[in-house]
């Protein structure tokens, strides 16, 4: 294997080390500016509670992996964990937890008051109304940990050398060549960050922005209160705390009190650098929070306490990968304790095979938009993801950030009174609905969660749509102008790109082992010009990374707009614009042609992810309020509407088109999401129908047959022109039978469902063809 360099002896680089040098990757060198073990970095003073249980898929997966492994090292206690409710709201959101537990694989269940009370006798059960119980979850031994993921490595090889601060990332010809100590200099192929909270420092050594933000968290122990070393980790999220035992002692951490960005610079010197002084006065509030819920605390005192660093991230995911500006330069930080040997594996993976076996779009080291790396928005954000960190966060709740990117568009959209959500990966802002159109006469009775952001005007939305015609802003939609001979797209995409100029075509790019890491378009504008409709930054940097001389590739998103213009008025509105010729015959599905509309100089593509006759409009970004006008002007005796996405999401699902990234992702191919026939697959994304009309899932949703949990939602919407909420799930392909009943947990409640045969709306694609 390569020389590796990883910066960082702390729980991360340990695990890392363990991990490659598993996988036969002996030439690897461990450097730490501190001692060994106890670094004095986050994981020197962890107190290692460790709760599995996760929104996130991938991290859940983390997590049980590092128990797994650390309960085989014997570095882990398995005592459980209670999660406590003391209010209604809470105790929904443990049943919500409860069901991504069932989920990802994590067995838990909900307590009532007494049984919470005898699991951890500390508790007042009369301030309690039930408790999530996680047998799984426990207590890691960080530093006992690092020592024997060290030991591990050691013995294949590895060297683990202390009092070895890199100073100096040393490249040539824009690839890693080594690092510099101020002692010595290591030549290297390859250099990983785990440097924890000290990322962004070495990420300036290589050039290399790492949007990371240290912050302090309180941390006390108490005096002796009769606890016990068998006692579950507790939670109290209500009050953002958590508790653990030392011995006869209570350990407590906070995360109540304002938030405390720090300052590298400001760190304090000696052994534990990352132990800022213990501040009282912003831990009163916490201590009393405390004794309310375990009132064996209230004549005890705080026998030490500390103020620990460690790092934040704007969306709360770690930061792995290789930096494309400097080949050779890996990250793996932001990590926590409870996810440290799950994310080494996954990186150790990533680098020997080119691939991790684990879904890492979330956490990868090149998700974000430019604004997104800006130091201001990495700190507002991670300011907020600290304050929320225990909080019950609907999937569509507002970011703090807002007006990040804004389409062309946003002034007439505000006219008609849009209600905005954020394309969360992306940092744009999108209409869900608007409120200048209608409610429908009899809105349908919903339940209250899946009714925030959300408005009954989205049944008008797209029902319109169905019946006449909408404007949809596509803008948010990533845009990649690729010049170059077609040669580099048709091997990189899963279908066949060589098509005369003026085709489109809907395509995969698939990694090494036939996962799916995009579904893009790409449109054939010129022989050696085409536009590609993608998902994010990342397939930006897919592109760039493969990308051989002789090819350009350019993000034009922020530069251009579109309007996704659908429904069965949409010829009749453009037809009197354009110099193109949209008749049926000489403009069909799946074509695109340039011209204009108006003034507006236009790229046409017929294409539609909401199952209608209509185009994908795109401009530059100066004419798009002309192009937004000339068509809102033109559509009126149509009588167009602007529609937004939650009427887009039900549109899209009746129709069965798939997300990237909710519904399909690298873990799965293109048979098993249904994008390709072939080999009979294992497991399928399938399309369920619910009973109830009146709860619709989120997704994450864990579905059951005959009781047992046997797969999860992944999008679900109120199917409007069906009747019915449309949820898709993955499912072993034993139950993707049409007609096979199932159940969904939904909060406290089990949801049935019924697989149906998709699509649910037009199969046979006439609106599209129309
Ligand atoms: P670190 O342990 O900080 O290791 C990074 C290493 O890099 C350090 O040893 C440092 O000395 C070294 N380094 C830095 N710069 C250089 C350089 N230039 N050259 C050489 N070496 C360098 N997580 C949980 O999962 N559960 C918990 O209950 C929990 N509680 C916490 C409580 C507190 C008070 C704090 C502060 C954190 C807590 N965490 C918890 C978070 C967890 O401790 C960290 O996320 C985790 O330890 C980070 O591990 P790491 O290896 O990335 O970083």
């Known amino acids: 294997g390569p020389r590796v360099v990883i910066i960082g002896a702390g729980i991360v680089g340990c695990a890392l080390a363990d991990e490659l040098t598993a996988r036969g990757w002996t030439g690897v060198t461990v450097l730490e500016r501190g001692p060994l073990f106890v670094t004095g970095g986050s994981s020197s003073h962890a107190p290692g509670l460790v709760f599995q249980t996760n929104p996130s898929r991938t991290m859940a997966r983390m997590a049980r992996y590092t128990v797994e492994k650390y309960l085989e090292l014997e570095c882990f206690r398995q005592v459980g964990s209670l999660e406590v409710a003391t209010t209604p709201a809470r105790l929904a959101e443990l049943h919500r937890r409860f069901g991504f537990g069932q989920s990802w694989g994590i067995p838990s269940a909900v307590l009532d008051p007494a049984a919470t009370a005898t699991l951890f006798p500390l508790l007042d059960s009369d301030r309690v109304l039930g408790g ?72 300036e050594l290589a050039g290399v922005t790492i949007p990371l933000l240290p912050m302090a968290h309180q941390y006390v122990r108490t005096d002796g209160v009769g606890a016990h070393d068998d006692l579950p980790i507790l939670r109290h999220q209500d009050r953002d705390l958590y508790f653990r035992a030392h011995g006869e002692a209570v350990g407590i951490g906070s995360y109540l009190h304002e938030p405390m960005p720090v300052e590298l610079a400001d760190l304090p010197g000696g052994e534990h650098p990352s132990m800022m002084p213990f501040t009282p006065d912003t831990f009163s509030e916490s201590w009393d929070a405390a004794v309310d819920l375990l009132p064996a605390l209230g004549p005890k005192r705080i026998v030490d306490g500390f103020n620990g660093v460690f790092s934040f991230t704007a969306d709360g995911f770690p930061l792995l990968g290789e930096a494309r500006e400097l080949s050779g330069f890996w990250t793996a930080e932001a990590i926590w304790v409870t996810h440290s040997a799950g994310a080494a ?24 938009d430019p604004a997104q790396l800006a130091p201001a928005y990495v700190f507002e954000r991670a300011i907020r993801s600290f304050a929320e960190v225990y909080d019950i966060v609907h999937p569509l709740d507002p970011p703090s950030v ?32 608007y409120a200048a159109n209608p409610p429908p006469p009899a809105p349908r009775a919903r339940d209250e969660w899946s009714s925030r952001h959300w408005s009954p005007i989205a049944e008008t939305e797209a029902r319109i749509t169905r019946e006449r015609v909408a404007m949809y802003d596509m803008t948010p939609l990533t845009r990649l102008e690729v010049t170059g001979p077609v040669s580099f797209l048709q091997e990189l995409t899963s279908g066949d790109v060589d098509r005369k100029v003026g085709g489109v075509v809907y395509t995969t790019l698939l990694d090494p082992a036939g996962g799916i890491r995009s579904d893009i378009t790409v449109a054939r504008l010129a022989e050696n010009r085409f536009q590609v409709g993608a998902n994010g930054p990342l ?51 799946f074509q695109c042609r340039e011209g204009h509309l108006g003034t507006v100089p236009v790229t046409m593509l017929r294409l539609s992810y909401v199952g209608e006759l209509g185009w994908e409009i795109y401009a530059r970004a100066d004419h798009g309020l002309r192009l937004w006008d000339t068509l809102w002007a033109a559509g009126q005796e149509h009588g167009v509407i602007a529609a937004g996405r939650a009427a887009f999401t039900s549109l899209r699902l009746e129709k069965g088109y798939r997300a990237w990234g909710i519904d399909m992702t690298s873990e799965d191919d293109l048979y098993q999401a249904g994008l390709a026939t072939g080999p009979a697959p294992d497991r399928r994304l399938t399309c369920l129908v619910l009973a109830d009309a009146g709860a619709v899932p989120m997704g994450r949703e864990p579905v059951y047959a005959d009781g047992a949990p046997v797969g999860h939602v992944t999008s679900a919407a109120f199917g409007h022109t069906i009747g019915a909420p449309i949820a898709y799930a993955w499912l072993p392909a034993a139950l993707t039978v049409p007609g096979t009943e199932l159940e969904i947990g939904y909060f406290d409640r089990r949801l049935s469902a019924t697989v149906a045969t998709e699509p649910l709306f037009d199969p046979e694609h006439q609106r599209l063809r129309s």
Request: aromatic share 8%; charged share 25%.
């Open 132 to 203: 999530l119980h996680v047998p799984g979850d426990g207590l890691a031994s960080a530093v006992a940990a690092c020592e024997a993921q060290a030991r591990r490595a050691t013995a294949r090889g590895a060297r683990f050398i202390a009092d070895a601060e890199v100073v100096e990332i040393r490249s040539a010809g824009g690839k890693v060549a080594g690092v510099r100590t101020v002692d010595e200099t290591y030549p290297c192929d390859i250099v990983v960050s785990c440097a924890g909270f000290w990322g962004p420092r070495i990420g």
């Open 345 to 368: 594996r996954a990186v150790a993976e990533w680098m020997v095979t080119g691939r991790s076996s684990l879904d890492l779009h979330e956490c990868d080291l090149n998700r974000f």
């Open 402 to 433: 807002r007006n990040l990117r804004v389409s062309p568009f946003h002034a007439r959209q505000t006219e008609l009174g849009a209600v905005f959500g954020e394309a969360a990966a992306t940092g744009w802002e999108r209409p869900l609905w």
């Open 539 to 589: 397939d930006l940097d897919w592109l760039l990374r493969r990308a051989p001389a002789g090819v350009e590739i350019r993000d034009v998103t922020g530069g251009t707009c579109g309007i996704g213009l659908w429904g069965p008025r949409a010829r009749d509105v453009v037809a009197p614009l354009t110099d193109i010729d949209v008749s049926p015959g000489a403009f069909r599905y």
